[in-house]
């Protein structure tokens, strides 16, 4: 992470708008096509409120490319361990949603931590190897402490019984590792287990 400004990035830009569009023509071809009278009220009314969230993601995203980078730094462990306790709560005191218990209910609201819990794992792991200054006899140690911060909350999500939540958790893993500069040979050793099993 460095100190300076933030740069919007058209490609990540268009691509996001890719996914949101991908994501609405889903959407509305699943509560808008034939089989819309099998379905609930509640199911029917996604389309419409998803837009709210788009809303919501955009004035979020605003938010924060007002705010300095070094703000991101200085928040990336407080907003991770805030993370880990929400999930934990979530487990003892959460809203079971289809057989998950991953809700927290605010009053009329239900917040899923777990997604929360993304953006506080990658800012912790990004702040951690953005201290990795040389390449030579780091790799494997900061590997190793990368891995640990993901696994964490990982494990809490499976205990949540959300299995592919806690997927794109691991998922994490080889993708920051490798846009970090960590070798690959460090990255293959490290998923290596997990493409064994």
């Known amino acids: ?25 889903a959407l509305y071809s699943i509560t808008r096509g034939p089989a819309v009278e099998y379905l609930s009220g509640s ?14 993601s955009v004035v979020s995203v605003g938010i924060i490319l007002l705010l300095p980078v070094r703000f991101l730094r200085y928040a990336a462990y407080p907003a991770y361990a805030t993370t880990l306790v929400l999930l934990a709560l979530s487990l003892m005191v959460g809203v079971e949603v289809h057989g998950t218990r991953a809700w927290l209910a605010l009053g009329p609201l239900r917040l899923q931590v777990s997604e929360l819990a993304k953006v506080g794992t990658v800012l912790a792991v990004a702040q951690l190897l953005s201290k990795r200054h ?39 893993v080889p993708i920051m590792l490798f846009w970090s500069g960590l070798s690959l040979t460090v990255i293959l050793l490290m998923v290596s287990p997990a493409i064994a099993g």
Do not use: C, E, H, Y
């Open 1 to 25: 992470m460095q100190n300076s400004t933030w740069k919007l990035d058209p490609w990540t830009l268009l691509l996001w708008g890719g996914l949101v569009a991908a994501g609405l023509m």
């Open 43 to 56: 199911v029917r009314d996604d389309f419409s409120r998803q837009f709210l969230w788009i809303g919501v």
């Open 134 to 172: 040389t390449r030579t006899g780091q790799d494997l140690s900061f590997a190793l402490k990368a891995a640990a911060l993901i696994v964490a909350p990982a494990g809490l999500v499976i205990l949540q019984n959300d299995l592919g939540t806690a997927l794109v958790f691991f998922g994490l």
